[in-house]
């Protein structure tokens, strides 16, 4: 038998929109082929022309854009992601990350910056959060 997750009654997360996880330092989102397909045809653009825009070659993987700036994604306008229906999985799936439902130390350190996982937000349960975490 497996023991459960330290998060098995599930965790209090509402996102806000408010943007932070999409700035603030500097990262990396990881896009697919499929999704880079998705995103050009979204915003009318043919691949090509999407990837000379928008994408970046990092270690040999592709990921969008980021402003030297302020490290905003190329996509967030106004505190906004402007492909938000065509966003990648890795921003889908936040805060359901591996490294963020490690421990709930890992929990509360993101806690710090996204103001969605808090104590007055509707709780997630466990099976909403493992589903997310398979796919
Ligand atoms: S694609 Fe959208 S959700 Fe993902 S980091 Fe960029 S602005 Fe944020
Ligand atoms: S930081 Fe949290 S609340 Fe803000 S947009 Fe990202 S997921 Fe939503």
Redesign the pocket.
């Known amino acids: 038998m497996t023991d459960s997750p330290w998060f098995n009654k599930g965790l209090r997360f509402s996102c806000t929109e408010c943007?932070a996880?999409?700035t603030g330092s500097p990262g990396y989102?990881w896009v697919t082929e499929e999704e880079i397909q998705k995103i050009a045809e979204y915003l009318g653009l043919n691949v090509v022309d999407f990837q000379r825009k928008y994408i970046r070659l990092i270690y040999g993987r592709k990921a969008?854009v980021e402003m030297k700036s302020n490290f905003?994604?190329?996509?967030?306008k106004e505190k906004?992601?402007?492909?938000?229906s065509v966003?990648?999985k890795?921003?889908r799936t936040f805060p359901w990350w591996q490294q963020n439902l490690s421990s709930e130390q890992a929990w509360k350190e993101a806690a710090k910056f996204c103001e969605g996982i808090k104590e007055e937000a509707p709780l997630i349960p466990y099976e909403d959060i493992a589903k997310v975490l398979e796919s």
């Open positions: 943007g996880c999409c989102v969008l905003d994604c190329v996509f967030l906004r992601c402007s492909i938000y966003r990648p890795q921003c």
